[in-house]
């Protein structure tokens, strides 16, 4: 593969890192030249070396690139932002006096490269730095190193999700074939072991939930839960909009993005912390503020460095999506998402990019479930605007987006159903049938009684793009 693909291909999957640098190391000292300038000291002798060494080295091979990564394959990188900076600033220099010393050195100068990309918070910033700065020979070694590492952390995600205590796993299905009659796969959810009806197959807290904007002040802003009359509700103390059911709820939304997104009691409903919250309040629509939530928790859970393999980022990004043309609406939704963001996620005007933001909406609008938390039954609730998979004949009070159930597929007669059973975001999956170990889950994205195959095939084809070739559709077709 040619460097300028592979480049390409990769910093796409490593640009997401950059939102997080801001937590990462003291942003002075980040901007601080001085590093790329040692970098680019050499670069106009090391360019010529460069040419002049290009055509007696062998071009580098696979094998190469994977003899560099095994050498590496058990090593530690260390965790603490001061260990990991110190051992960036290692990294390159080794690597920079490495291959000043010529050719023969340019594999191992290459593996620091890679070590010190492996632990910089931006890691796109640095290829981009690289490319200018190192030989071509040692950044293409580098970046087919890089290139391999991405691709077997791509492989291997499946097998580590979801977490078998779920006693789901993720298995592709036929799903028809093209026009050019080739077979198209889906993914789906199926059970790892058997279960009869009534039993709950698993339980999943979402990712990011948001609550119907006019119940803010009865619910909890965290777990969605109704505030009952006689219990006490904690608010925020920076806003009168919003309450919490618990100090745990108020420390959990504070920590992952309630502090950055709270109103602040601002009076002016164009100020940069009221105005996304306004448009959420007017429209009804909760997929921008879930986006708001979702980029800072990603922030947050970057500072945690909590060594976990997989990020929220690489959750969603596997997920179907809903192809939508960019129109006014999301021009106007980006703007918001970057005034109440800017000032504290450094670079999120660079992240937010009209395709970036496209993707992740689509995929929120396939994958969000509707949340119904009401103690009352009755509770009068307007729909929301937005589609959001639910059968449920309680009132919608909010909307879920979760890691594992996203992958359920429908079908007109299900075999699980959704329930929040403790009132809260918190979903469980019910089987409402005997199940085999094996069977593929299917729950209704729609309902389905007292309407015609020919309705629900086409309410699905508008909101979800596939036909349905459940039994009953296609019995009654
Ligand atoms: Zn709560
Ligand atoms: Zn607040
Ligand atoms: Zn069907």
């Not at 505030?227 to 059911?245: L, M, N």
């Not at 996620?345 to 689509?362: A, N, Q, S, V």
Request: include cysteine; charged fraction near 30%.
């Amino acid at each position: 593969m040619k460097t300028s693909t592979i480049v390409a291909s990769t910093i796409g999957v490593l640009a997401v890192a950059t939102i997080g640098y801001a937590l990462y190391f003291d942003s002075k000292r980040r901007n601080d030249p001085e590093f790329r300038r040692k970098l680019k000291k050499e670069r106009k002798r090391v360019q010529k070396l460069a040419k002049e060494e290009a055509n007696k080295l062998s071009t580098i091979t696979t094998q190469t690139v994977e003899e560099a990564l095994a050498s590496i394959k058990d090593e530690d990188f260390p965790t603490s932002m001061e260990e990991r900076e110190k051992f960036c600033m290692e990294q390159l220099s080794a690597g920079e006096s490495l291959f000043t010393q010529g050719p023969e050195n340019y594999g191992t100068a290459a593996i620091c490269f890679y070590k010190a990309l492996k632990v910089y918070p931006a890691p796109a910033e640095l290829v981009m730095v690289y490319q200018k700065t190192i030989p071509s020979e040692v950044f293409a070694l580098v970046m087919g190193m890089l290139s391999k590492d991405v691709q077997s952390k791509q492989e291997k995600y499946y097998t580590v999700f979801p977490p078998k205590e779920m006693n789901v796993k993720v298995d592709e299905k036929p799903e028809g074939v093209t026009a050019e009659g080739e077979k198209v796969m889906r993914r789906g959810l199926a059970a790892t072991k058997s279960f009869s009806a009534g039993q709950t197959i698993y339980s999943e807290a979402p990712v990011i939930s948001s609550l119907e904007p006019s119940l803010e002040g009865d619910f909890c802003h965290y777990c969605l839960k109704q505030i009952a009359g006689e219990e006490p509700s904690v608010p925020c103390a920076k806003c009168r909009d919003v309450v919490f059911c618990s100090e745990k709820c108020k420390t959990m939304a504070g920590q992952e993005f309630h502090d950055i997104l709270c109103t602040k009691d601002s009076e002016d409903a164009s100020s940069p912390e009221r105005s996304l919250s306004e448009y959420t309040k007017v429209t009804r629509k909760l997929v921008p503020e879930m986006l708001a939530k979702f980029l800072v928790k990603m922030v947050h859970e970057e500072s945690l460095n909590s060594g976990a393999e997989y990020n929220s980022f690489d959750h969603m990004e596997r997920l179907r999506y809903l192809e939508i043309p960019p129109s006014a609406e999301e021009e106007k939704e980006m703007s918001l998402l970057k005034v109440a963001l800017g000032s504290n996620i450094p670079g999120i005007d660079e992240f937010i990019t009209e395709e970036r933001y496209m993707l992740m909406k689509g995929r929120l609008l396939y994958n969000l479930y509707g949340i119904s938390t009401s103690l009352d039954p009755q509770h009068e609730i307007e729909s929301l605007p937005e589609r959001l998979r639910s059968v449920r004949d309680g009132p919608i009070t909010g909307a879920g987006f979760y890691r594992v159930s996203s992958y359920l597929m429908h079908s007109c007669e299900p075999n699980v159903k959704i329930t929040f059973s403790d009132k809260s975001h918190t979903l469980s999956l019910e089987a409402i049938r005997e199940i085999k170990e094996g069977e593929e889950l299917v729950v209704g994205y729609i309902k389905s009684d007292k309407v015609s195959t020919e309705d629900r095939r086409l309410q699905l084809f508008m909101n979800y793009r596939f036909r349905c070739m459940c039994p009953l559709c296609e019995t009654t077709d």
